[in-house]
């Protein structure tokens, strides 16, 4: 029995006791051992079966252990894994081609980095190095990252006191204010940074108008305007909300949900800013490798071919309706856009995530008040109608 498969038969206990004694505690454990997915389910040491409503921070759109993804993966690893980005990669080329067909109009150079944060980080250096500017303005409830550059972005405190003082002047507005926006824009301000769909701060949706403001004011006042599509980019029902609403920014960065969990972070910028860069003004060792390339590439084709870009937009309006249909007296609002869904609770959310937990569902929190649903994009009928019956019987207990 290989080691692998032996773990899985050690008492939760052990595995999560060797956790808690050899990681730094930096989060709170959820006290399961998950050893195994399949599509939309994840199961733990014990046998348990979930319904993943999390999708690991959003990432597995494609949920767990999908076949043409998998075997994507398996086959990349045979051949290469790992190359720089200063040699030719097939793969590489493959996945870059791929996300242009996904990306708007005159935003279509890229940076490929391992994660979100780094996605942001690029898009921060670059449009200082575009600019020749610091400042940068952001929203309130906005989260950006946890590298220094992303930090100074992102607004909430928790994430920021401790590392005081950060490197990037940053001002934070009401998001959807847009005289706000306006009134933070200066000749110092380098870009504006925008979610244009919250998570972490709670499930908030951009209006369009002011989205629109964003644009025209950094336009004339010669900043930039980034994107910040880490999270709801894809599942949503469309490939970039921003864009969706209208508005083409000048910096998209994402990651998470582009090879289906696989580490990588794109970040895609116009051709201006491109030639703005110096040669070696930025880079990444384990950026663009075949492996996360290929995957990529899968993830991207699969979301196609099955038609999932429609499927989160159906799965998602239908998991509103159910909660709403459920006229829950805890539920303050129900808010969010295709497989990215935020249930405002008029108490604390920790006890409700727990429960349901118990009763076979895994999901996440999105500050005290808010249960964050970010399903897998393959959810059936069957999985929506789950997920339903499970909060309402949490909420109703």
Do not use: W
């Not at 599942?235 to 582009?258: E, H, L, N, S, Y």
Request: net charge negative; with cysteine.
């Amino acid at each position: 029995m290989d080691m692998a498969t032996d773990a899985t038969h050690r008492s939760t206990d052990d595995l999560m006791g060797v956790d808690k004694a050899l990681q730094i505690p930096l989060y709170a454990k959820r006290d399961i051992v998950l050893v195994r997915g399949e599509g939309a389910y994840l199961y733990d040491n014990d046998g348990n079966r979930y319904l993943d409503a999390m999708s690991n921070y959003g990432v597995a759109v494609l949920g767990h252990a999908h076949p043409r993804f998998t075997q994507a993966l398996v086959d990349q690893a045979h051949r290469l894994t790992t190359t720089h980005q200063s040699f030719g990669s097939d793969a590489r080329s493959e996945f870059l081609e791929t996300v242009m067909t996904i990306a708007p109009e005159g935003v279509r150079k890229a940076f490929l980095s391992n994660s979100g944060t780094e996605a942001i980080e690029a898009a921060l250096k670059f449009a200082r190095a575009a600019t020749g500017r610091e400042k940068v303005v952001a929203a309130r409830r906005g989260y950006h990252g946890r590298t220094f550059g992303a930090l100074s972005a992102t607004a909430d405190r928790k994430y920021r006191d401790p590392f005081m003082p950060l490197p990037i002047p940053a001002e934070h507005i009401p998001f959807n204010d847009a005289d706000a926006l306006e009134a933070a824009i200066d000749d110092q301000t380098a870009a504006v940074i925008l979610e244009p769909l919250q998570g972490e701060g709670g499930i908030h949706l951009a209006d369009a108008a002011f989205l629109q403001r964003a644009r025209e004011v950094t336009s004339a006042r010669g900043a930039l305007l980034i994107a910040d599509e880490v999270q709801s980019a894809i599942r949503t029902g469309v490939p970039f909300v921003m864009v969706d609403a209208g508005v083409t920014p000048d910096i998209i960065a994402t990651a998470k949900a582009v090879a289906n969990g696989f580490p990588i972070g794109v970040t895609l910028v116009t051709e201006a800013i491109s030639d703005a860069m110096p040669g070696g003004a930025h880079g990444s060792t384990f950026g663009g490798n075949p492996l996360a390339c290929r995957v990529g590439t899968e993830t991207l084709r699969i979301l196609a071919d099955d038609g999932l870009y429609e499927n989160a937009r159906i799965r998602g309006e239908a998991i509103i309706a159910g909660i709403e249909a459920l006229e829950s007296p805890k539920v303050r609002a129900v808010r969010g856009s295709g497989m990215m869904i935020g249930i405002e609770l008029k108490s604390r959310a920790t006890p409700t995530l727990k429960a349901l937990q118990e009763r076979g569902v895994l999901a996440l929190m999105a500050g005290n008040l808010v249960i964050r649903l970010l399903p897998p994009v393959i959810y059936g009928q069957e999985q929506v109608d789950e997920l339903v019956a499970a909060l309402g019987d949490v909420l109703a207990s």
